[in-house]
Each structure stands twice: as C-alpha cells, then as structure tokens.
C-alpha cells in the first residue's frame, strides 16, 4: 500500500453516501449503527436509512429515510439507497453493525486514495462483546489471523466501502439474488472492473455473532444463488466446475451435520438451473488470470 497523503490529510472533506439498510426490526441496533456514522470525522456525510418493507421515522438530522413498501431483498435494497445518495464514496452498513472508530471512514478512503488499483474495502468484523470472530467472517480460504490485511475474493456484506464511480461501473449489487452470495459477485466485478478488493484487517466494524441458517430460506437461496453467481459471472466452460465443486463442499457439510437442510438445499440447486436470473456479464479471462495470481482461482 502507498503512503501517499490522502485528501483529508490537504484539508478537503471526501463526501460518502452512506446507505444504512434495516427491516425496522432491531430498533436499538440501528440507533447504534446511526450514531456510529453520524460521529464520523473529516467526512461529509449523505445518509439514507432504507427500509426494506418498513418505513424508517424518527431519524436524527441529517439522516433521510427511503422506505420500500416491500421488502426487495438486501442486494435490492441497497441499490434503492444507492441510488438516493451522492459523493465520491459510498458505504453500506447493516442496521446491526456499527463503526468502532470515528476515522473509521477517513482511514479507509486515506487507503483507496493511497492505492488506484483498490475498489473495495472490507473492513475486520469484531462481535463487540467480544466473542471469538467467526472464521467464516475472515473472506479467504487459507484464514489466518483475522487481523491480517489481504487481497480477497469475496466480501462480508455487513459493512463495504468502495468509490462510487466502481459501483456504478459494475453495476452495483445483484437485484435477483434477494440474499446470500451477492457479496462474492460484487468482489468479482470488482476484480472484472481491473480493480482489486482489500480485507482491512486494520479497520474494525461490531457486528454481534449471527448464525446464517437463523434465515428460513438460507439452504434453498444458499444453493440457488450458488448457480446463479456462477451462471451470470463465470466463463461458460467454468461454470460446471464451479457448480460441482461447491455441491461436494455441501455434501461433505450435511455429511457433518447429518443431512441438515440438504432436501432445501437440493431443491434450490434445481432452481438454479431452471431459472433465468439475467445480468449475465461473463469474467474477462485476463480476470481469471489476474485473481490466480492474487491468491485465488475462481473455482472454489
């Protein structure tokens, strides 16, 4: 990384659109996430609160309110924030997570105006409790230690900070996918876009321990969402290698876990490849070439 001085470090305040998605269900949780970005240092800031399905009232000054009549799903809904705030940058938080460091913003924008090459940034996610980081939450497949930075290929949706200009070029979040696995698509477009996707393990956001299977539809979008990323971004002749090898994953999971939810899972594996989901915009294999290099083929 450059240590080239950033803007803020001249005095000029970047302006990030901040969109804050919520389902009006963790009141408590989402006042924290607000205040957490409001106390936001050496930015200037344009904050929506997207209620997917619930309309957000009662917010602080300077935090606007979009309200979606229903819930679209989380890629979709984000888009909808997206698409109500300006600035050079653009930060997604959940309504459950929230910004341990006033700078939290200002680093991380020092660090993409430091690099030309970065398009997003994940930052290191902490339970602020203080129970052990889940491994999951650290995007590599040899994990290490959960504060070591590194390039990635795939993201925790809880918390993305990116140029506005990259989301835009690549299109943003995929509106079809409703939840699960829309972060590996964005961290691919990236990829796509000539960019390259940094996990901060230097910058902390709080989010407390979830369990994804809480979702009731987690196996079956787990699944179908598994084919569809690779149908609308692999190389045609990838795209069963991807598809097989994540079905072995799965097996050898239920396997574990004595066959929990493999009748859903299976059932959205079909739907997968049945359904059409659009957007297609196949990886460059000069992509292909350039995530191997960086530590990952785009196979497993």
């Known amino acids: 990384m450059s240590g080239l001085l950033s803007s803020t470090e001249f005095g000029v305040r970047p302006r990030v659109g901040v969109v804050v998605l919520t389902m009006g269900q963790r009141p408590e949780e989402l006042t924290r996430a607000i205040r957490s970005v409001l106390a936001q240092q050496l930015v200037i800031l344009d904050i929506v609160v997207v209620g997917n399905g619930w309309r957000p009232e009662f ?3 300077g935090v606007r309110g979009l309200h979606l009549e229903e819930n679209l799903g989380i890629p979709a809904g984000r888009n909808a924030g997206a698409a109500r705030v300006s600035g050079e940058y653009i930060f997604f938080l959940d309504d459950d997570a929230e910004l341990a460091d006033p700078l939290f913003l200002a680093e991380g924008i020092k660090k993409l ?3 030309s090459s970065l398009g997003l940034i994940q930052p290191r996610i902490t339970d602020p409790s203080g129970k052990e980081t889940p ?3 650290i995007p590599r497949l040899r994990k290490g230690e959960a504060s070591d930075s590194s390039y990635v290929f795939s993201v925790l949706e809880a918390a993305v900070l990116m140029p506005t200009r990259v989301f835009e ?3 943003g979040w995929g509106d079809p996918y409703f939840y ?3 972060g590996i698509e964005l961290a691919w477009r990236v990829w796509n876009a000539g960019k390259t ?4 393990g230097d910058m902390v956001v709080h989010h407390p321990v979830t369990t994804p299977t809480r979702h009731a539809t987690y196996y ?3 699944a179908r969402n598994r084919v569809w990323l690779a149908k609308r971004n692999l190389p045609l002749i990838l795209i069963p290698f991807y598809v097989l090898s994540w079905t072995g994953v799965q097996l050898v999971r239920s396997v574990r876990s004595r066959g929990a939810g493999l009748g859903s899972w299976f059932s959205g594996w079909l739907e997968g490849w049945r359904e059409n989901p659009g957007g297609r915009v196949a990886m460059r294999w ?6 191997t290099k960086a530590g990952r083929f785009p196979i497993l």
């Open 169 to 171: 070029d690549i299109g």
């Open 220 to 222: 079956r979008l787990n």
């Open 113 to 115: 105006e430091a690099d």
């Open 197 to 200: 996707v940094w996990y901060a």
């Open 135 to 137: 491994r999951r939450w």
């Open 180 to 182: 699960a696995h829309e």
């Open 286 to 291: 000069l992509t292909v070439y350039r995530m």
């Open 59 to 61: 917010l602080p000054a």
